[in-house]
């Protein structure tokens, strides 16, 4: 921690990071502080820190340590996902799919899970996986979601084993 608010305090945007990650949820000893933990994410993002980028999205967007404000937190996602974070990349297709801040687009939303996907982020690789099924967004691809799905849960994504039962009962029906 000491060594992490020097490097910090010289403006170091990987310290700063690392700063706030440890005071947000409380970690390693450190009593959560989440007022200063987004003071150093938002000391990093000034340095186009990606990984605080994306913290700072999802503060905002889930209204933890500051008010909910979603516009707010697109624009930290967006940040952070055109500098190749797969979590707002995944975050960016959510919104796209979901289409209720930003205008529904099975097309873009598929891109961007792609994106989250090819950086091995597990919840891209379901999220595609499930448009692949269904042909949303491009072309069914069932044999390349099956794949999608084995990734992701191999990586410990929760729901995708039981996905994965699901597709392998419907492919003996």
Not at 18 to 41: I, M, P, S, Y
Not at 66 to 94: E, N, R
Not at 106 to 131: K, V, Y
Not at 136 to 148: I, K, M, N, S, W
Request: proline share 3%.
């Amino acid at each position: 921690m000491a060594c992490y608010k020097q490097a910090a305090t010289l403006d170091l945007a990987s310290a700063q990071f690392a700063l706030g990650q440890l005071l947000f949820d409380g970690a390693a000893g450190v009593r959560a502080d989440k007022k200063r933990a987004l003071a150093w994410f938002q000391a990093a993002a000034r340095h186009e820190h990606p990984g605080a980028l994306y913290a700072l999205g999802r503060a905002y967007d889930l209204g933890d340590g500051v008010t909910a404000d979603q516009q707010l937190a697109i624009g930290f996602y967006k940040s952070a996902a055109l500098l190749d974070d797969p979590a707002a990349m995944v975050a960016m297709g959510t919104y796209f799919y979901e289409g209720a801040i930003l205008p529904k687009d099975p097309t873009m939303a598929r891109r961007w899970f792609q994106e989250g996907a090819n950086r091995s982020d597990p919840d891209g690789m379901f999220n595609l996986a499930a448009m692949m099924i269904r042909g949303e967004g491009g072309a069914a691809d069932r044999r390349q979601a099956l794949a999608l799905m084995q990734q992701a849960a191999a990586l410990g994504h929760g729901k995708s084993a039981q996905a994965l039962t699901a597709l392998e009962t419907s492919r003996l029906d």
